[in-house]
């Protein structure tokens, strides 16, 4: 399979009425016809279903722009020789999804340019994909979020005993997004005692879902990755970076133990003034001591 994908980080923001910049994609020699899938994103769970965007395609580095309106039949694609290097229409699908075939493609034309205007008043987010066959250009890009990730340095914190973290799942791609990984599944491994509790099976273009993790005993903090079983190809997508904690109140564990020390089991904060230095006798270590993995990955001796 290959395919491209863009853009690379996030999909493309259009304000109303805005033309974005262009995008070069390359053809592969010897093909005959080229397909561009877009959607267009407006709201979590809801498209805009209003005015279609214009696609601007350009032969090579010198070629006209010519618009490629959605139903609106054929248009020839010149070089900059003003040579015919393809033949491009565009259809629209359900949900704000375009799909643009370029055919009788020129063999001496490798590299071609897009560009989007948004043709509505409000906003639009735009992702595409291009390939040599239709089947290839529906893909799916999967968007992991939860509500304590973008503090904590993109983790998902799980609170070991506690009830079920919940991670948004959100689908920009082109094609529905299938998730593999069984309920039960462990995370990361033998170390981790995190397991998945529940996942939807499939997250359709535009939607938002929600994936449940549950964990077990936890003495001390870790970090873990795990890269979901998923029809999406890229792990940047799939991989979801997560932190264990003891339970208890995040900051005040209630059952880590100190990584400086062998003296003290558990943070034990001054009345009153939590996240100051451990009261316990002998210990006077910060809250972070206590939340962070032992040296020797044991959870130390009273002495």
């Known amino acids: 399979m290959a395919f491209q994908l863009f853009p ?7 304000r109303g009425g805005e033309t974005g910049p262009l995008f070069p994609f390359f053809v592969t020699p010897g093909a005959e016809t080229i397909f561009i899938r877009s959607i267009a994103l407006w709201q979590d769970d809801q498209p805009l279903v209003g005015n279609a965007p214009i696609f601007q395609l350009k032969a090579g580095t010198d070629g006209p722009l010519t618009s490629v309106v959605a139903d609106a039949g054929s248009v020839y694609i010149k070089d ?15 949900s704000d999804i375009y799909q ?19 043709c509505e008043s409000e906003s639009l987010r735009f992702v595409w994909a291009v390939a040599r066959t239709e089947p290839e250009t529906r893909q799916p890009w999967m968007v992991l979020t939860s509500a304590d990730a973008e503090r904590s340095g993109g983790l998902t914190t799980i609170l070991g005993m506690s009830s079920a973290t919940k991670v948004t799942i959100r689908n920009w791609g082109t094609a529905p997004l299938k998730l593999n990984d069984e309920p039960g599944t462990p995370l990361a491994g033998e170390h981790s005692s995190a397991v998945l509790l529940s996942r939807p099976k499939e997250v359709a273009p535009h939607q938002v879902r929600e994936i449940e993790i549950k964990c077990g005993e936890v003495l001390y903090r870790e970090e873990f990755e795990h890269a979901l079983d998923t029809n999406d190809t890229n792990p940047a997508h799939t991989t979801l970076r997560f932190q264990t904690l003891p339970g208890g109140t995040l900051g005040t564990p209630t059952a880590s133990f100190c990584r400086y ?22 210990c006077g270590h910060s809250v972070a001591a206590h939340l962070t993995l032992p040296p020797d990955r044991s959870n130390g001796q009273m002495s």
């Open 8 to 14: 690379d980080i996030e999909p493309l923001e259009l």
């Open 80 to 94: 900059g020789d003003g040579t015919i290097a393809g033949t491009a229409n565009c259809e629209r699908f359900p």
């Open 100 to 118: 643009i075939e370029v055919s009788n493609l020129a063999q001496n034309v490798d590299t071609w340019q897009v560009r989007i205007k948004n």
């Open 261 to 282: 020390c062998t003296r003290c089991p558990a943070y034990q904060p001054t009345p009153n003034a939590p996240g100051v230095s451990c009261q316990r006798q002998q």
